[in-house]
């Protein structure tokens, strides 16, 4: 098994072109062409969880946060950052990181908070916009079932809980090529008319090679006329944060219980809300400030995210904000990644990391 193998396989559920524009996600440090020996995902990949990789004997480390932020201008051991990929390529361990790709994904770091505190009828709670794309392609009438079983296999047509969706239009296409052509159908230099349907797909970015080859490997024309467009749709399954239902509505005072005993936090800090009683709640694991009014735009009653600061707190007067801190909203993600990559993968260890990452401490 190779190191590609498994990341190539947490793709599918993160896909690289979902981060953010500041991130650094994918794989940090190592060969991905590597065999593999274990893994180990931890939330933060510190000098201490590398040597706990040592230890156990796994030479890929999946990690939530990238440890390679910024740029690195030397390798002198000055400071955390540096000594953990120092220790890390001198034992040819490997560091992946997936942080807001995994946000934004459908099943990601929100909605797993949502399946802790038993939400129902979950959704995205920031749909991603200009997101989707749309192919249209000139094809003959007579190979436009072929091109579109290509297609589909290499991911078009998918569309939220739906697969193979295309619109096909039947019309007519001239052509004429110069004496250097060798068309298809019809001869060089004389304008030919045929029979020819616009097919037209949704796909998502990060499957516009696999999209595009499938396009080209099946198409009969020397010069191939199509179009991608992107779409100004929100797309509902991917996006940052989550928002669902409890079971039942519970006061303010069980529902912020229920949260501190949810996430297992030192505290719970929350504003002075005038909600009394709670249903609707939305969730973004990490900094969430920034999406305190798409909470309120929602009608959730709550909304639970970290790092709120004191000024946040004065936007919590109709809904009740919480702020459960950083790790502990997202401490859930190491759980997703195993369960996720043991279904797959079973004939080598894959271990979350007992190394306690949490840089803040409660007294």
Known sequence: MKIKEITDYLEKLAPLHYAQDFDNVGLLVGDSSAGVSGVMIALDCLESVVDEAIEKKCNLIITFHPI???????LRESDYVRRTVVKAIKNDIAIYATHTALDM??????????????????KTLIPEKNLIKKISIHVLEDDKSKMQEAMFAAGGGHLGKYAECSFTLDGTGTFKGNNQSQPYTGQAGVRSTIKESVLEMTFLPHLQSAVLEAMRSNHPYEEIAYEISTLENDYQHIGMGAIGELEKEMSKDDFLKTVKQTFNCGVVRSSLSRKQTIQKVAVLGGSGAFAIKNAKQSGADAYITADLKYHDFFQ????????????????????????????????????????????????
Request: net charge negative; with cysteine.
């Open 68 to 74: 390679i932020f910024s740029g690195l201008k030397h």
């Open 105 to 122: 994904a459908q099943g990601g770091v929100s909605y797993r908070m949502t399946q802790e505190l038993k939400l129902k009828n979950v």
């Open 316 to 363: 919590g007067d109709d809904i009740l904000l919480c702020d459960v801190g950083h790790y502990e909203s997202e401490q859930f993600t190491k759980n997703l990644l195993h369960e996720y990559l043991s279904e797959k993968f079973s004939n080598f260890a894959i271990l979350c990391a007992q190394t306690q990452t949490n840089p803040v401490n409660y007294i």
